[in-house]
């Protein structure tokens, strides 16, 4: 309760004045261009915005794996221009989870084990970490395919894999990249609730990057963005009962089962 | 996550057993050119060893190997028996008549004479008869490799008849012998008949065998040995090491088998490089999604690493199998008798096929450094 208390007190994301240049001299190219944004806690924000307006590279600004050229980054209360890379990694494992557009899930593992890596990679043991994940996986539906490998799932599936891969560690902000592009409508729908039921919470921030316009009904907050810089923030409907909200999200249960 | 990393190599089966190969396929041909290469190096000293008696050989100062002496004068013996320290010394000759079997089947032998009194030099491993036998008139002792020549398929008897520079000799001993680099039958005689064997010559004395008094180093009476006789003195040991330096220097023997190494070493380093260089290109994805997740460079490396070092381990355990394995199976065979693979090629072929499997890493270890994790955002 303390944590969440603490959390209320400051958005989970905060960028002021962001820019992000790719290359040198003539070849340089400025792709964000002075963003500022504030993702809360409770909430799921969703950037939107045509191909190339830098959605992207801002996810990868926010969840640590690119550094800003210049401007503020706070992450979790944390500045994130100023870690190291050692310190950026560890922050990244301890703090964030990740969705990606093509799941990534790695072939040969296990669908338990695929979702027990961020707990193998903080050095959880492997038994412990894949009960854990086994565990998270059942609850998002996925009980009966522990043992299968990735290749023998739907889609639909493999992003409620990787879903679970993203919340094993218990994160505090969960970054996805176009959840649902590859898949179908009625899928993509399944999974967008998933997200929202299972991954918001109080406690928690959830950034979605998105060009898929049947997936703003979900959003708590909706970034539009153009030409490197957020053009409009729009408060969406979900954000109106934030009560309701944080009561369905107190009651979640651990899904790891293991505190990082 | 050193789960996580051998489950990614081996669940890619085909480049999995395609890196195995690689590395198996090197470690054999490296192995087994190594252990033919060792082994006929080893043949040029057979007949050195074979000599357990004496363990000080002492010969012309311009002999470089066993297979080529300039002959010593008779009065050699003596003058080394005249050197303080010596316990003994007796003549040694060898030399390759022609020995022929009376149903005409005829062959080049190396014919060793060894002293008449006491034998010296004489082989021990015997499978048929005595050394002692040779003390009978007009007595040989013939190694498997001639007996099976000159009597194929037929058991071992004594008592058979051969023909040597017109003269008869009787078979009183089958003795098995280390194989000479020729793979010539091998022939045992006294000294004195011996010499009538082969073509008149003015000098027939190959070899001076000594040995040194009791508390006497070998080293120091071979020291003294030259110094006295103007002769050339070196222990078995070094005698044999000066024959395979003879053939290391003046034949293709090595060149051959270094290219054939080298090639092997390559086309593995290769083939194994590239394989795995494809494997961790093929990861990158994965590799990126797992540094975003927040596994460590360092960390990753050590994935690589192990995998490299799994692929290492069990394609050299293969492929060092394969090769003890043949020469097991060719043990029998007399022509490849001898041929046995050496803890150091083993050794050394480990720690080459650990480069192979390390240099084969270096580029993907490289690749994956450099990745950024923001790859994974990429569709």
Same mark, same amino acid.
């Given at each position: 309760m303390t944590q969440n208390v603490q959390t209320m007190t400051h958005p989970a994301v905060v960028c002021r004045r962001l820019t992000k240049d790719f290359g040198a001299g003539e070849n340089q190219v400025r792709v964000l261009r002075g963003v500022d944004l504030d993702v809360a806690f409770g909430e799921m924000t969703l950037l939107v915005g045509p191909s190339g307006c830098g959605k992207t590279t801002l996810l990868s600004v926010v969840a640590g794996l690119l550094n800003a050229t210049s401007g503020a980054v706070m992450v979790l209360g944390e500045d994130a221009s100023r870690m190291s890379g050692t310190e950026a990694v560890q922050f990244r494992r301890r703090n964030i989870g990740f969705v990606f557009q093509q799941y990534n899930l790695l072939p040969a593992l296990t669908v338990a084990e695929n979702a027990a890596v961020p707990l193998l990679a903080a050095g959880i043991p492997k038994k412990r970490a894949v009960a854990a994940a086994s565990d998270l996986l059942s609850q998002l539906g996925l009980g009966e395919r =522990?043992?299968?490998?990735?290749?023998? =799932?739907s889609g639909g599936q493999q992003q409620r894999v990787a879903l679970a891969r993203a919340l094993v560690h218990e994160p505090r902000l969960v970054v996805c990249d176009e959840p649902t592009s590859a898949l179908d409508h009625e899928t993509g729908n399944a999974v967008m609730e998933l997200l929202t039921n299972v991954a918001v919470r109080s406690d928690r921030a959830v950034v979605v990057v998105t060009h898929d316009s049947r997936v703003f009904q979900f959003a708590d907050r909706i970034a539009h963005m153009d030409d490197g810089r957020i053009v409009e923030t729009q408060q969406e409907g979900r954000s109106q009962e934030p009560e309701v909200r944080m009561k369905a999200a107190a009651a979640q249960p651990s899904f790891a089962g293991v505190n990082q | 996550m050193n789960f996580v990393a051998v489950q990614m190599l081996i669940g890619d089966r085909a480049k999995y057993l395609g890196l195995i190969f690689a590395v198996a396929f090197s470690t054999f041909l490296m192995s087994h050119q190594s252990t033919i290469f060792a082994g006929i190096m080893d043949r040029t000293t057979s007949q050195i060893k074979d000599v357990q008696d004496a363990n000080i050989w002492v010969m012309d100062q311009k002999t470089q190997y066993f297979d080529e002496v300039k002959a010593l004068t008779d009065d050699d013996v003596y003058r080394v028996r005249s050197v303080p320290g010596v316990e003994w010394a007796v003549p040694l000759f060898k030399g390759l008549p022609r020995a022929k079997a009376f149903d005409g089947n005829f062959r080049v032998v190396i014919m060793m004479g060894v002293d008449d009194a006491s034998l010296v030099g004489a082989p021990r491993d015997m499978v048929l008869g005595s050394p002692e036998d040779l003390r009978k008139p007009d007595s040989v002792l013939v190694d498997r490799v001639g007996y099976e020549f000159f009597f194929p398929q037929q058991p071992y008897v004594l008592g058979k008849t051969l023909e040597l520079n017109d003269r008869r000799v009787t078979i009183q001993g089958i003795f098995n012998s280390s194989a000479p680099f020729q793979n010539l039958p091998i022939f045992y005689a006294r000294y004195s008949n011996a010499m009538t064997y082969v073509g008149r010559e003015r000098n027939l004395l190959s070899f001076v065998l000594a040995k040194a008094q009791p508390g006497l180093s070998d080293d120091e009476l071979c020291r003294r040995i030259d110094a006295a006789t103007g002769l050339h003195a070196a222990t078995g040991k070094q005698f044999g090491w000066q024959t395979i330096r003879y053939y290391i220097a003046h034949t293709g023997i090595p060149v051959n088998f270094g290219i054939t190494i080298a090639i092997a070493l390559v086309v593995g380093t290769i083939v194994a490089g590239q394989t795995f260089y494809i494997f961790t290109l093929e990861n990158l994805k994965q590799f990126g999604a797992l540094k975003a997740i927040g596994v460590t460079n360092w960390r990753i490396t050590g994935m690589i690493l192990l995998q490299a070092l799994m692929v290492g381990l069990i394609g050299y355990s293969i492929g060092i199998a394969m090769t003890a394995a043949f020469f097991e199976i060719t043990k029998g065979n007399l022509d490849l008798r001898g041929f046995v693979l050496f803890w150091q090629i083993a050794a050394g072929t480990g720690a080459v096929v650990l480069f192979i499997v390390m240099a084969a890493s270096l580029m993907s270890i490289r690749r994956v450094l450099v990745l950024e994790p923001a790859v994974v955002f990429r569709g």
């Open positions: =522990l043992h299968a490998l990735p290749s023998q =799932l | -």
